[in-house]
T-cell receptor, first 113, second 110 residues
Framework: GQQVMQIPQYQHVQEGEDFTTYCNSS?????IQWYKQRPGGHPVFLIQ?????EVKKQKRLTFQFGEAKKNSSLHITATQTTDVGTYFC?????????????FGTGTRLTIIP | NAGVTQTPKFQVLKTGQSMTLQCAQD?????MYWYRQDPGMGLRLIYY???????DKGEVPNGYKVSRLNKREFSLRLESAAPSQTSVYFC?????????FGPGTRLTVT
């Protein structure tokens, strides 16, 4: 089956530092979604990437989809305490309505004020 | 517009007891899902339903049954709970792309 590895598992940064999490798949992906889960909360959708080499930005967050569509990354510039949480990548298995996602193990980000 | 709701929020069961987790969505979504989340394991798909009247197994279906009662509701049943089923359970629904998650049910089986 599809294997999704997300690294690092944990990341502690000083407030204001940058943060990056990487998602690697053993197979070519049709598309990939990213979610954020605050401590004690539920996953919340951030973005979907579809095209090879695609780059999307949301304020301080930059999402990239690899040229071979086997990996993706999320980069946060100048982290803030509101960025605390676990970030999951979720590759979709098919193009047909994203019926099944495979979630990575997540990267837990903690911020040192 | 409540989104996805789940009941109960917390539950403690003894080994062998049964229970049903309820999930409802008011976004008119076709697809609904049940996940479990264990520490360090991310989210694992238990069952999903692409439309009313259909259900399919996910990655970890053993020990669970589901019912897609109507378009709004998708329930998860544990017939004979085991300690290995201690977890946080999330229900989700989706229209075309992103999934919307409920607040979760924290289940402990002793």
């Amino acid at each position: 089956g599809q294997q999704v590895m997300q690294i690092p598992q944990y990341q502690h940064v000083q407030e204001g530092e940058d943060f990056t999490t990487y998602c690697n798949s053993s197979t070519t992906l049709s598309n990939i979604q990213w979610y954020k889960q605050r401590p004690g909360g539920h996953p919340v959708f951030l973005i979907q990437l579809v095209k090879s080499g695609e780059v999307k930005k949301q304020k301080r967050l930059t999402f990239q989809f690899g040229e071979a569509k086997k990996n993706s990354s999320l980069h946060i510039t100048a982290t803030q305490t509101t960025d605390v949480g676990t970030y999951f990548c979720a590759p979709a298995i098919s193009n047909f309505g994203n019926e099944k996602l495979t979630f990575g193990t997540g990267t837990r980000l903690t911020i040192i004020p | 517009n409540a989104g996805v709701t789940q009941t109960p929020k917390f539950q403690v069961l003894k080994t062998g007891q049964s229970m049903t987790l309820q999930c409802a969505q008011d976004m008119n979504h076709n697809s609904m899902y049940w996940y479990r989340q264990d520490p360090g394991m991310g989210l694992r798909l238990i069952y999903y339903s692409a439309s009313e009247g259909t259900t399919d197994k996910g990655e970890v279906p053993n020990g669970y049954k589901v019912s897609r009662l109507n378009k709004r509701e998708f329930s998860l049943r544990l017939e004979s709970a085991a300690p290995s089923q201690t977890s946080v359970y999330f229900c989700a629904s989706s229209g075309r792309n992103e999934q919307y998650f409920g607040p979760g049910t924290r289940l402990t089986v002793t």
